[in-house]
């Protein structure tokens, strides 16, 4: 009798023990949901986060409107997260496009502004040019605020239609590129991905062959992984400010996506290298002798035979490795810096989605917003692992009957 | 019986660490012939096997002393172990195809010699597994993994990836120890065929397939050669009391 109270009492603690770690994933999930999802729409994932101001040259060339009054009343490309339509559409010939007030509402501010609402497919703003002479699109939601130098503010939409047909000449139109998106933090999260796993993966698996097929087991190796398995317990913090000193400053590599991806490569080693490692341990000696028997050189069975048969077991490697270039915002914050922007070059900095997402709620306290962007880490997360799983299924030489 | 001497082993000694696991092996095993080694377990028949193509390399703490004269040169001296290996193939007790295709499995070899031609290897895959007698069952799937096999195909397949490397000699190591009976005649047949072509040395634990197949016998017991000589004197009038006394079933 007093042996079954105790099962029970155990089986007990262990229902219990994993409600709870289930209802505190589900509660995660859900809360960043739930705050997030109404800020996740197609502008979100489309556009910049910083609105971008310049000035436009435009042809002054008269195209007429190719669909009906009712139809441009459909156009309303407004960010409905923060504008609403008070007034227009209007069509103005000699930019064949329309305009329309809207009030813009963020959190602090709220004010009045002219947006295109609609362009026709052969409008000279579809060929404009910015100041520096490169070709450029104007397109739809993007706000306008001055013309030849005279300004907007203050003007009906019907005077501010008149104020655009009546100018003669190339029209040099202010425009604000609308922000709110979080396109370039989700392409620097995927070219930080990328370069850091191109620099991880091949030094972690060389390492990993050195340590399973060449070193001799003794002192030296067991250091070599004892290493390695500190390494994997240091904060990441740690490693941002190594990288800081040495690859910005040391290195003068600039706070950049190399710098950021050279840190995390990194953070990512000892995992690569330790799960490779027992991939290639767990390869049957028979294979190595199989191979050397038929007079193939040491690097030869290496790579013909016993690679190829790891690599269910490299990738599991690179599956952590992603999600933790994904997750990693203390090292990125010292190294990869905050600018939410496409970097152009590897030596400019760019946010990934993680570390603007730190931003947001840390400097903004946009608590929102920055679920918004936890939910879209979440799907990247969820799509590059079911990605990797179907090559590594692909790759499994085990796999093929 | 004026048979070339393929291999011949002066004082071979051989340690695992301070184990002597062989004790003064002199040997003399003729060309075109199956020659099996004999003897219980852990009497050191698989590790002779395996100074003939000097897969103890791979083990640590082995030491060998003496000479292996392979066609007169000492293949423990300064020798292309890679070389050494191409002549001298060996077929493993598990069967152990690698996780490729049938023709992958057979070309692998050659391969890594540098051979590139297409046609060529064709050849040398289609003749490897006529000889192996396997290509009948395989023809048609040699780009299905070599995993899907039966056991007795995979230890065939084997055979013809050794073959592929046009060998003289061929060690066997037990290899119908993990098959069937059916799948054991195959490969025994298969032995007596290729005899023809390549010098055969097999280890083995069934004292009925020595007889059935090989040449000559060596017992082997504590690390020593006890009695070796032609398979039917060891079988029917052995020398030595031990050997009759394994042979016929008092101990091992």
Known sequence: MGRKVKDNFAKG??????????????????????????????????????????????????????????????????????????????????????????????????????????????????????????????????????????DFEGLSLDEAAALIKNQS????????QPGGGVKSNIITTLYMVLLSLVIAIPLGIFGAIYLTEYAKPGRFVNTIRFAAECLSGIPSIIFGLFGMA????????????????????IILLPVIIRSTEEALKTVPTSFREGSLALGATKLQTIFKVVLPCAVPG??????????????????LLLTAGTVAQIPGTLLSPGSTLTVQAYYVAKEEGNIELACAIGIVIIVIVIVLNILSRIMSDKLDVFNKK | MDKKIKFNTKNLDLFYGDFQALKS??????????????????????????????????????????????????????????NLRTRVGMVFQKPNPFPMSIYENIAYGPKCQGLK???????????????????????????????????????????????????????????????????TAKIEDLMSKLKKDYTIIIVTHSMQQAGRISDKTAFFLMGEVVEYGETPVIFTNPADKRTEDYITGRFG
């Not at chain 1, 997030?36 to 729409?41: A, E, F, H």
């Not at chain 1, 960010?79 to 813009?104: C, F, H, M, Q, W």
Request: proline residues 2%.
């Open chain 2, 117 to 183: 031609d297409k046609t060529q290897l064709d050849k040398l895959v289609k003749e490897s597994l006529i000889k192996a007698a396997l290509w009948e069952e395989v023809k048609d799937r040699l780009n299905k993994s070599a995993l899907g096999l039966s056991g007795g195909q995979q230890q065939r397949l084997c055979i013809a990836r050794t073959i592929a490397m046009q060998p003289e000699v061929i060690l066997m190591d037990e290899p119908t120890s993990a098959l069937d009976p059916i799948a």
């Open chain 1, 246 to 265: 040495f690859f910005v400053v040391a290195l003068k590599l600039q706070i950049s996506l190399l710098s950021g991806s050279l840190t995390v490569a």
């Open chain 1, 169 to 176: 000449d190339e029209l040099k139109i202010k425009v604000v």
């Open chain 1, 13 to 150: 603690i262990i229902y219990l023990a994993t409600g709870i770690t289930l209802s505190v994933l589900i509660f995660i999930v859900g809360f960043i949901f739930v705050k997030g999802i109404g800020l996740v729409n197609f502008d979100f994932l489309t556009r910049d986060f910083n609105e971008k101001v310049f000035y436009a040259f435009v042809q002054n060339e008269d195209v007429s409107m190719s669909i009906d009054e009712e139809a441009l009343k459909q156009k309303t490309p407004f960010d409905d997260r923060y504008e609403s339509l008070i007034e227009g559409p209007i069509y103005v010939d000699n930019i064949g496009a329309a305009i329309a007030k809207v009030t813009y509402k963020n959190n602090a501010t709220e004010h009045e502004q002219l947006v295109i609402s609609y362009i026709e497919k052969n409008s000279p703003l579809t060929n404009a040019a910015d100041s520096t002479g490169k070709e450029m699109r104007i397109g739809t939601d993007y706000v306008i605020q001055s013309i030849n130098g005279t």
């Open chain 2, 25 to 82: 092996i002199n040997l003399e095993i003729c060309e075109k012939e199956v020659t099996a080694f004999i003897g219980p377990s852990g009497c050191g028949k698989s590790t002779f096997l395996r100074c003939l193509n000097r897969m103890n390399d791979l083990i640590e703490s082995v030491r060998i002393e003496g000479e292996i004269l392979f066609d007169g040169q000492d293949i423990n001296g300064d020798i292309d172990v890679i």
């Open chain 1, 314 to 331: 490299i990738a599991t490697a690179v599956l952590l490795s992603i999600g933790r270039v994904v997750g990693e915002s203390a090292a």
